[in-house]
């Protein structure tokens, strides 16, 4: 059962750039949004935490959620080398067990 | 930054076997998981733990499959008797809440 979908990319992009990542899942259960990065050999480190629709930012991270549309991005401004990785979305009903996306590579070239 | 640690970051195995895969989730944290990463594949649920007790599992948690907090610090996944297909990463998971805190996995080789 696909519950999240997410572009696995790779997405290539040039430093400065804005980088726009999406998912869309289906199901109207999820209240819960979650954005995580993950570095090669090592764990998802959470980047941002949405509950409900609405947007969040936190520094150049801005996450979105349009659960009419069942849509949520994460937009990150002035993107670095270091943003290279791959990015996860997470979502959950509100019990603790996350539906996570694909992820979606990304590298950001110097 | 109080982060969850994982021990081994490896592990070989041979099919038929019984590993023990151990975590230190984040000291103050009250609730722990364990998920899986097959190469290529998205992260999945297996179990989550709250109050000595599996809250929640999923369809891949089966019997071979159990967990325990043996004291304070560590929370462990056993696998019995392991099979080609449960080579993967394994993740651990901590949170007081609802904000999920991953270590950086262990590597788990089925030969």
């Known amino acids: 059962q696909k519950e999240v979908e997410q572009d696995p990319g790779p997405l290539s992009v040039p430093e400065g750039a804005i980088v726009s990542l999406n998912c869309t899942y289906s199901?109207?259960?999820?209240?819960?949004f979650m954005w995580y990065r993950q570095y090669s050999r090592k764990g998802p480190e959470l980047l941002m935490y949405?509950?409900?629709?609405g947007n969040k930012e936190d520094g150049r991270f801005t996450a979105q959620v349009d659960k009419s549309s069942k849509y949520i991005s994460l937009f990150i401004r002035d993107s670095q080398p270091s943003d290279s990785a791959t990015y996860l979305c997470a979502m959950s009903t509100g019990a603790n067990n996350l539906f996570f996306g694909t992820g979606t590579r990304l590298t950001v070239i110097p | 930054e109080p982060e969850v640690t994982q021990t081994p970051s490896h592990q070989v195995t041979q099919m038929g076997q019984e590993v023990i895969l151990r975590c230190v989730p984040i000291s103050n944290h009250l609730y722990f998981y364990w998920y899986r990463q097959i190469l290529g594949q998205k992260v999945e649920f297996l179990v989550s733990f709250y109050n000595n007790e599996i809250s929640e599992k999923s369809e891949i948690f089966d019997d071979q499959f159990s967990v325990e907090r043996p004291d304070g610090s560590n929370f462990t996944l056993k696998i019995r008797s392991t099979k080609l297909e449960d080579s993967a990463m394994y993740f651990c998971?901590?949170?007081?809440?609802?904000?999920?805190?991953f270590g950086n996995g262990t590597r788990l080789t089925v030969t």
């Open positions: 949405t509950y409900s629709s």
């Open positions: 998971a901590s949170s007081a809440l609802t904000s999920l805190h």
């Open positions: 199901n109207s259960a999820f209240q819960y």
